[in-house]
């Protein structure tokens, strides 16, 4: 009975060992990814404001960003990486926090 009492306790308190979760091998770098979504972001600020006045029918052949091959990622990668933050709000909050000060960084450069 003792030796049960023993057992259930060191497996009471290894289950409770928080483990040090892997992060999948398609997940972007988080430095790597802070800079896809200032390039993301930067992107689509420039389409909504139509720096180049064209119609919105040409806006995909005038505005042909490529944050993607800019960055050597695959969409699927970028997606991948959104799936893996969004169960980690905290950790995403940190990241957009860190892309909208290097957004004002380069804003104050202008």
Do not use: H, W
Not at 43 to 59: D, H, M, R, S, T
């Amino acid at each position: 009975m003792k030796q049960t009492i023993i057992f259930l306790t060191i497996l009471f308190f290894v289950s409770c060992k928080q483990s040090a979760e892997e992060i999948p091998k398609d997940v972007i770098d988080k430095e790597k990814f802070i800079e896809v979504l200032k390039d993301k972001a930067l992107a689509e600020a420039a389409l909504n404001v139509n720096v180049k006045n064209v119609p919105g029918e040409k806006f995909d052949s005038v505005y042909n960003f490529s944050v993607y091959k800019e960055n050597d990622i695959t969409k699927a990668q970028y997606d991948s990486t959104m799936k893996y933050y969004s169960t980690k709000p905290g950790e995403f909050k940190e990241l957009m926090e860190t892309v909208l000060e290097k957004l004002n960084v380069e804003k104050a450069k202008r």
